[in-house]
């Protein structure tokens, strides 16, 4: 069965950063609500439908006030959505609710607009964040893709750069499932949302259970690595256990490390890796 979210908004304020950290379980819209257009251009009609008087045209991050939703449906691209009905300025229309941002979180002046999709198809949440740059465009993160029957899911803004050159903010984003932890890092930058690849921590065995697969990727910022200034290290170790005859245990591990950082062209790792592979049997 799809998941509703809720959203819960924990203010986390330090002495060094401001953030917002966002858990999901169901978000449902109440009337009189103050609610932000998550899209541009967005049609405000006179009745539920896509044939029906435009009455206003409307940019993201407009404020609307939300009225009801309707009985009518909306679909596109697997994703179900509901007409709702609305107040913009002095005037009452309707518009798709998928283009209402789940939420706004404003960090130094800059905000930024959330939303999440169900795709059917896929059976997956689809994460985005868009905010408008310094050029006035519009600009959003690579989705983020996030599995139907999650355990948690968590959003966390913070104005925090971490020694990062160029970048304002970061977003990370977190769900879990089982054994399994995904974290994503948006880094936020003049221009772009820089989405960078997902971290997995995981430990799985195999069919036969003869072997146990412990993942960790993490990463570490320039304010916990000395000499990186600027840059981060993306960090993997791979454990394999074996389960051997006369009681032994076989260790393998292997870990590896890339350095990466921004250009003018945005994110550029610099494979200054180090691999190290060590393996080792143990008696239990």
Do not use: C
């Amino acid at each position: 069965m799809k998941q509703k979210l809720l959203l819960l908004i924990t203010l986390l304020i330090s002495i060094s950063s401001f953030s917002q950290k966002i858990i999901f379980k169901e978000k449902v819209f109440q009337p009189n609500d103050i609610v932000n257009l998550f899209a541009n251009d967005v049609k405000l009609r006179a009745e539920p439908n896509t044939t029906s008087e435009v009455l206003a045209l409307m940019r993201m991050g407009s404020q609307l006030i939300f009225l009801e939703k309707t009985n009518q449906e909306y679909v596109t691209d697997n994703v179900k959505s509901d007409w709702v009905k609305v107040q913009y300025a002095n005037q009452v229309g309707y518009i798709v609710q998928k283009f209402i941002a789940v939420e706004k979180v404003t960090l130094n002046g800059e905000p930024y607009y959330l939303n999440v999709e169900f795709d059917a198809k896929r059976k997956k949440y689809n994460i985005l964040i868009r905010k408008m740059n310094l050029h006035a465009e519009i600009v959003e993160n690579e989705r983020i893709l996030v599995p139907e029957d999650f355990d948690s899911l968590e959003i966390a803004f913070s104005d925090d750069d971490r020694e990062l050159d160029i970048i304002k903010d970061i977003i990370e984003v977190v769900y879990k499932k089982g054994e399994k932890k995904v974290t994503t890092y948006i880094f936020s930058g003049p221009v772009y949302l820089h989405k960078i690849p997902s971290l997995i921590e995981d430990k799985k065995l195999t069919k036969d259970k003869k072997e146990e697969i412990i993942t960790t990727q993490k990463i570490q910022f320039p304010d916990e690595v000395e000499h990186y200034e600027g840059s981060f290290i993306y960090y993997t170790e791979s454990i394999v256990r074996k389960n051997l005859e006369n009681s032994n245990l076989k260790e393998i591990i292997e870990q590896y490390s890339v350095r990466m950082k921004w250009g003018e062209n945005g994110l550029q790792p610099t494979f200054e890796y180090v691999k190290n592979n060590i393996e080792e049997s143990k008696k239990r």
